[in-house]
């Protein structure tokens, strides 16, 4: 941000906002003190992303940072309509969390049940009582000299939520993660989620916002370490409202023989950036990556991933499908590496596309970089139109355009949709996806 | 039933019909043949309503409406229904979901009530074994991965669940083997009924054996040059088209 007031630019006023309360920001806690320290001296170098950065240029961030946002003060979570709540994305039979503008919310989640060998807390509960799986993992995977994001919120975010699957637990039912952004106000959000040896579980999350919280930013960073054999399927829905932001990196390492899927299905809000940062970090683990984002009206949707494989016999995914309607812009930029040790690497990318305006953009990157010589992989990007043959066919037959047009997305949808594990949702997100033609 | 009168019209600069003119009651069988390029298949288009044909002159009456006003959607909901000569794939979608959709649509535009499921599964029933297709078939997506058998008896299927007044058959022997025909034709034979008709594109007699015609029409650079019983397909297939060409001294 370029813009200066009283000498000192936004990243300037920021930097020096939290500088100033690092004692009460690290509660007291040296280690964390010394990651607080770290994140404001990587942020000092970053800044706020501006347009010419190379890794955000597509994204308009001004809206979303500004004076009037960027010092957020704890929001009044007893106005919240709890009516958010009643929504056909909530699943019932789950160990609900809900974090209010990255806090931790006691009364709106529901734990119980919950066995014994899964710890689930307000992160700021778990650095207080000095839980030393919290304190050893944080910000061990995001690492605040590589994204301003990840710099900002590691010295600003006040709570967020931890979880530890402790070793060979096998979670019945899935855990949700419900984000809630109420106030118009640039917002951190982290979470910690440390999956065990053997341990095996479902996550879903879910970005709602209230409905009048306008302009406002959630800044959310999530580390997901998925221990030796581990099993960890991962959703993410986000519904906000159009006219919150969202910036959204997640960094998973996977151990041996580890498993890790994610589905990130996007609809909601006016701005969304998601980081999608993979490391295949032993021999013999997988990691499957299916994407669906469909923008209209004005919404930019930007996906960037990254799957590095570190080590040998190890196996990637990737499909990631949009449709882009009216004067909106989706970005998807896939990186895969393939280091020098990574031999037997099985990497698969794909990328399609479905424009449906002559007024929508989409910018797509995929980039495969291989320094191992014995693997197989393989990348590609389409983009395209609805099939007007198609259309033609289901017409002839008395169904009208605008179902024929839904009918088609929907099959083209299916392919991400049907990945998501749980039911009700991938019914509720199908149908969703059928609403927006 | 229908009325096409003096049609004129083509696709981008190219007139392809010129002066079109048939009348079709209910109860008839017509066949339309032709040599390539007579604008056979170009009728079937523009009956159907696909976009990219422009009709520059002439009209099309269906049952007392202006056919060339209604989008594709209204023709088939009004009765009309085009068996593809290249019926085209859609993954995703299931043969099931698919006539569910467009039964839905369009007696929802007859002012009908919805069809309860279990009529609906009984009607696929009946009417899948008119055309000897198994069940397994109608779960998968349409026309995916389908033999080219299949998929015209895919489109006869279709014409059986949603009874069209007028069905337009463009090409549907081409690419059949003897049996997949016999097994089309039965099945356009047995939905024939005093009250719809039925028009028949086709290169070749061979069909006409099996879908007897009740008039027969030639097709020659985008109008119908000679008309007549069914005898007059036989002639053809024994003639070929050079003999009408002679004939007709054009």
Avoid at chain 1, 114 to 123: A, D, K, R, T, V
Avoid at chain 1, 274 to 301: D, S, T
Avoid at chain 2, 112 to 141: C, G, H, W, Y
Wanted: charged residues 25%; hydrophobic residues 40%; contains cysteine.
């Amino acid at each position: 941000m370029s813009e200066t007031i009283e000498g000192l630019s936004l990243s300037d006023k920021f930097l020096a906002h939290y500088s100033s309360r690092i004692d009460s920001l690290s509660q007291g806690n040296p280690d964390f003190r010394i990651l607080r320290e770290k994140a404001i001296s990587a942020f000092s170098k970053m800044g706020f992303p501006s347009k010419k950065h190379e890794e955000y240029r597509y994204l308009k961030l001004d809206a979303f940072i500004n004076l009037q946002s960027i010092f957020s003060s704890k929001a009044d979570q007893t106005t919240l309509d709890t009516q958010l709540l009643n929504n056909p994305l909530i699943l019932q039979d789950a160990y609900r969390i809900v974090l209010i503008d990255g806090v931790f919310s006691n009364t709106l989640s529901d734990l119980s049940g919950l066995p014994q060998n899964i710890e689930i807390s307000s992160l700021a509960d778990a650095i207080s009582n000095n839980n030393s799986s919290a304190l050893v993992h944080l910000g061990t995977l995001a690492n605040v000299e590589l994204d301003p994001f990840i710099s900002s919120n590691t010295l600003a975010f006040s709570d967020g939520l931890f979880c530890n699957v402790s070793e060979n637990s096998k979670l019945e039912k899935p855990i949700q993660i419900i984000h809630i952004q109420s106030t118009a106000e640039y917002s951190h959000s982290r979470m910690l989620f440390v999956a065990e040896k053997s341990s095996k579980c479902q996550v879903v999350q879910t970005f709602l916002s209230a409905n009048n919280s306008g302009a406002a930013l959630n800044n959310t960073v999530s580390e997901i370490l998925v221990g030796e054999n581990a099993h960890i399927e991962w959703t993410t829905f986000q519904a906000e409202e159009q006219s919150a932001g969202l910036i959204n990196t997640t960094e998973v390492h996977i151990k041996h023989q580890g498993f890790f899927k994610t589905v990130t299905i996007t609809l909601g809000a006016n701005l969304v950036r998601n980081n999608l940062n993979i490391v295949l970090a032993g021999p013999n683990c997988e990691a499957n990556l299916y994407g669906y984002y469909h923008p209209i009206h004005n919404q930019v949707f930007d996906n960037h991933t990254l799957v590095d494989h570190r080590f040998p016999r190890c196996e990637s995914n990737e499909l990631y499908k949009g449709v882009i309607d009216n004067k909106a812009t989706a970005i998807f930029n896939g990186k895969v590496y393939v280091r020098k040790d990574a031999q037997k690497t099985n990497a698969y990318q794909s990328n399609k596309n479905i424009l449906l305006s002559d007024e929508a953009t989409i910018n797509t990157k995929p980039q495969l970089e291989i320094y191992a010589d014995d693997v197989k992989c393989s990348h590609g990007s389409s983009t395209g139109i609805l099939d007007p043959e198609q259309v033609f066919y289901l017409r002839s037959r008395g169904i009208s355009l605008d179902k024929a047009r839904s009918l088609l997305l929907t099959a083209y949808a299916s392919e991400i949709v049907e990945h998501i594990p749980h039911t009700s949702l991938r019914e509720s997100v199908a149908q969703l996806i059928s609403e927006r033609i | 039933m229908l009325s096409i009168r003096n049609l004129f019209a083509g696709i981008e600069d190219k007139e392809i019909l010129k002066g079109f003119n048939l009348e079709v009651k209910a109860g008839e069988v017509h066949a339309i043949m032709g040599p390539n390029g007579s604008g056979k298949s170009t009728l079937a288009s523009v009956l159907a309503g696909r976009e990219e044909y422009q009709v520059r002159s002439g009209e099309i009456i269906f049952e007392g409406k202006d056919l060339l006003e209604m989008p594709p959607e209204d023709r088939a909901r009004e009765g009309i229904f085009l068996a593809f000569q290249y019926p085209v794939e859609i993954p995703g979608v299931s043969i099931t979901n698919f006539l569910k959709t467009a039964i839905a649509e369009q007696r929802e535009y007859k002012g009908l009530p919805p069809i309860e499921p279990k009529e609906f599964l009984q009607m696929m029933k009946e009417k899948k074994a008119i055309v000897e297709i198994d069940t397994n078939l109608t779960n998968r997506s349409v026309n995916e991965g389908f033999s080219g058998g299949e998929k015209k008896r895919n489109e006869i299927f279709q014409m059986a669940m949603l009874d069209p007044k007028l069905a337009i058959l463009d090409e549907t022997d081409s690419g059949l083997d003897i049996d997949a025909l016999r097994i089309v034709a039965n099945g356009v034979t047995h939905l024939k009924t005093p009250n719809n008709a039925c028009i028949v594109i086709t290169h070749y007699q061979r069909l006409l054996d099996y879908i007897v015609p009740d008039f027969v029409h030639v097709m020659y650079e985008g109008r119908i040059v000679k008309s007549g019983g069914k005898e007059l397909a036989l002639e053809l297939e024994e003639k070929g088209y050079d003999w009408i060409k002679k004939e007709l001294a054009i």
